[in-house]
């Protein structure tokens, strides 16, 4: 797993390091350097690492908002003194606020679970036909699927829609758990792609897709659950 481990206290980030053996891992003290090698030189993290109390710099928050930015599905956990941040770290789905000194239990347990969810993505894709050709969308790159007159269109992070023949009900039996969503007669969502839960509507990359009285209670639980799962 490749890990960004950004914090302005050497002693901090190398006491990290020490108990992430068997991780590459590779340290920050400025937010412009890693900003810079995502944004110039290609690089990119399994998980990011934030202090958040940094001195003279970008902190851990003003650098989260700028990941998300460059890449929405970045995995990120704060690192803190203080407990007082955790309403933004909600806001900005972090996986998990580790308070200093960092506990190695709490951080196996933040390894296994991203650890987990990299597994996930790889292995599950949704597949489809269309026009006699067969092809398979990763579940990472779906934003959402809606229904109309018996064709199904497939919304993807890059902005392309594929279609393909089928029933809505049918595709959700297959893929709606813990990832997918029925939210509508005439959609189904990736709970993780959601951006914000707006009255009755997910909002997802400036979307706004319905929920009816049906599907609301099932998908704002699963929504809450996936906005800090297991905080510590």
């Excluded at 049918?170 to 993780?192: D, K, P």
Aim: charged residues 25%; neutral net charge.
């Amino acid at each position: 797993m490749r890990i960004a481990v950004y914090d302005d206290s050497s002693e901090d980030a190398l006491s990290l390091q020490e108990k992430l053996k068997g991780q590459e891992v590779r340290i920050y003290s400025s937010a412009t350097m890693l900003l810079e090698d995502l944004r110039e030189r290609g690089e990119s993290y399994d998980l990011y690492l934030l202090d958040i109390f940094i001195e003279g710099s970008i902190d851990g928050i003003e650098l989260a908002k700028k990941l998300r930015k460059i890449d929405k599905n970045a995995v990120i956990c704060f690192v803190s003194v203080s407990d007082a941040f955790y309403r933004e770290a909600f806001d900005l789905y972090a996986v998990q606020y580790l308070l200093k000194p960092v506990q190695e239990y709490y951080l196996s347990q933040l390894l296994g679970r991203v650890s987990g969810g990299l597994t996930k993505d790889k292995g599950q894709s949704l597949c489809f036909k269309w026009r006699g050709q067969s092809g398979s969308i990763p579940y990472k790159d779906i934003l959402y699927i809606s229904s109309r007159e018996h064709t199904i269109s497939i919304y993807c992070t890059d902005g392309t829609v594929q279609a393909c023949k089928g029933k809505l009900s049918e595709m959700a039996q297959q893929i709606c758990g813990g990832i997918f969503l029925r939210c509508h007669q005439s959609f189904i969502v990736n709970i993780y792609q959601a951006d914000s839960l707006s009255g009755k509507d997910l909002v997802i990359c400036g979307q706004r897709i319905p929920i009816s009285r049906r599907y609301y209670a099932q998908v704002k639980k699963r929504y809450q659950e996936i906005l800090f799962e297991e905080v510590n």
